[in-house]
């Protein structure tokens, strides 16, 4: 568990891991359900969960070129549907304050219970 680093004027990221069970799905489809995901809590942000690759369908999802910086977390890459672009990102090589989330994907929206 990270203990809110890093930190910038206030900015901070926990992550931990989450009690609830998680889900990703697109127009009824699943692409990923895990009880073992990741919350991260970052400042001026929603929850993010994080879910391991081992409980996502990587068979549905096709790396897109897009690539973001965050100067927190690394560089992003994205994950898309043929008619959905961007849905889920990656941090394949996170900074080392939030090396938990190294091999798991998030997705823009989820179901949690």
């Known amino acids: 568990m990270t203990d809110g680093l890093p930190k910038r004027r206030g900015h901070r990221i926990t992550v931990e891991p989450s009690d609830r069970h998680v889900r990703a799905v697109r127009d009824g489809t699943v692409l990923a359900e895990s009880d ?10 929603p929850d993010a969960y994080y879910i391991p690759f081992q409980d996502v369908r990587l068979d549905l999802l096709a790396p897109s070129d897009t690539r973001t910086n965050c100067p927190f977390k690394g560089d992003a890459s994205y994950w898309s549907l043929p008619d959905g672009a961007d849905l889920a990102w990656a941090y394949l090589d996170p900074k080392p304050e939030v090396a938990e989330i190294k091999e798991h994907l998030c997705f823009y929206e989820v179901q949690v219970s």
């Open 36 to 45: 073992e995901a990741l919350v991260l809590r970052e400042t001026g942000c």
